[in-house]
């Protein structure tokens, strides 16, 4: 399942959708706003749609019952009921969850949340989103202290998105890889690699497997779009296709 978009962001509902589907999941559900029914329709046929009462944003948390993994966060937004879901889920759920982008930026703004984000989840933070989460650094050592303790205290895998994007591990190991490119920086890449990750965890491998090798292939996936392409033109569609 991937908990995603809200109006004027269904495109990253799309895109998370299609990545999760191209790294061999068997079954997407993807729960959207209602605006953005059709849409999801059309360009991802492959995806069942399930939609919000409310028109342009995330109110309620779908039944959960048949999802082996959950991703939430790409374009959902920050309203007060969007909030109350993320709550919800964290309360709730039972498998892993891929928490990405806005979900990010509610637990930043409502710490009570960072209390209850549940074991084993894997959180996909730019530098931006990890500040807002732990606060200003200095150093990169620093930024690297600050995210194995937050992986530690919270036992959770951490994904600090960038140049060498580095997967810290709930023990506090650190893994840096080695793929991607200054093109991947593009508005919707970061939803691709939520719903490859997502797609991973549904197929059965474990938090840290999926991330490190989720982040692998999403790199490399830009890599051969930019040598085709050239890192000037790649769009996030492309990592999805290459």
Known sequence: LIITGSYGKIGAAVLASKACLKTGVGLLTTYIPNCGYEILQTSAPEAMCLTDKKKSYISKLPDLSSYKAIGIGPGIGKKTSTKEVLKQLFKSTKVPLVIDADALNIISENRELVKIIPKNSILTPHPKEFERLVGKWKTTIECFEKQKHFAKEHQCIVILKGVNTCICNSEGILFF????????ATGGSGDVLTGIITGLLAQGYSSLEAAIIG???????????ARQKGENALIASDIINY
């Not at 982040?215 to 779009?225: E, P």
Request: charged share 15%; net charge negative; aromatic share 10%.
């Open 177 to 184: 890889n080695t793929s991607g490119n200054p093109g991947m």
């Open 215 to 225: 982040v692998y292939f999403h790199g490399k996936a830009g890599d051969d779009a």
